[in-house]
């Protein structure tokens, strides 16, 4: 009999929080400490794609990142890829002749070739895309039949944020309440065309990896941070709230305001933790005040901006003129030949490198 391969392939955008998870509860389950909100990319930008493939000729599991074989040997991968097996079903490709039955699904093993279009760990958020776009594609390829949000929490045992990246538009993580995790979640608020006049740009001040890992950051400030103890508790609930009022209602000075804080007080949270984490080195720092004495010259907000674990600027504009704007004073403070300035900008399809 002729071996046969079947092939699926998936895309996934990475997302941007806009209001920070940081700290997990429980470790092994990526269960976070409090909600977080974010918003997926275009799909033409800064996204993975996957091409899952299995057939009987494969003798184990194995994956390649950007053209490079990776171990698939540890937890997270394994929890995915044991989850997504437990939800397989029966395939039938009446074209290819493939039959497929879900008891089959256990001996069976896949191949996974992923590739991203940006710098991988460099703060944005590659792991999100990566995860998510692993889990949606093998679930494409065993015919799982969970929704999106039950695939989010499959997907969230890979990396926490790329529970957020199953849906377009803003989406949000419930934290959930379960000790197994099984109401920890993703779900969409609203999709991509509701706010579509946003302009997201990213200043990529550096794409050199990051030195403390999120998984080790989080552990150091949920041991050690009581500033992350009261964010939990009494700030997030509250401002998850304002921030899906403000984005149901397209209220831009809002949706501003509470994104800058947010990210501003994730930064705090890793200086207040022992050891201190530093993402943002002096560059991030100008182009927030930059951004600030912009916003507080103009009538109501034009930018928000918010960080992640790493030194590169989210710059979320209010729409195209604003984004036009932002684009000119960056060019001329942050011109891509000085030295120890950004490298360069992504903005829609647009790049401009050094
Ligand atoms: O999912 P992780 O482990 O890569 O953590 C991501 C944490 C932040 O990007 C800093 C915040 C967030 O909510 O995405």
Partial sequence: EKPWVRMVTAQ????????????KRDETLILPVNDSI??????????????????????????????????????RYQNCLREIRAQACDVEDEEKGIKIAKK??????????????????AGLASSAAGFACLVFA???LMNAKEDNSELSAIARQGSGSACRSLFGGFVKWIMGKAEDGSDSLAVQLVDEKHWDELV????????????????????DSVETSLLLQHRAKEVVPKRVKQMEEAIKNRDFGSFAQLTCADSNQFHAVCLDTCPPIFYMNDTSHRIISCVEKWNRSEETPQVAYTFDAGPNAVLIAHNRKAATQLLQKLLFYFPPSSDADLNSYVIGDKSILK
């Fill in 38 to 75: 974010s918003v997926t990319l275009d799909p033409a930008h800064l996204c993975t794609t996957t091409t899952v493939a299995v057939s009987p000729s494969f003798d184990q599991d194995r994956m390649w990142l950007n053209g490079k074989e990776i171990s698939l040997s540890g937890g």
């Fill in 104 to 121: 089959d699904w256990e001996k069976l093993h896949v191949h996974v070739a992923s590739y991203n279009n940006f710098p991988t760990a």
């Fill in 200 to 219: 997201i740009i990213i200043a990529v001040v550096s794409s050199r990896q990051k030195e403390t890992s999120s998984t080790t950051g989080m552990r």
């Fill in 12 to 23: 996934t955008p990475t997302n941007i929080a806009v209001i920070k998870y940081w700290g």
């Fill in 138 to 140: 093998l679930a494409k």
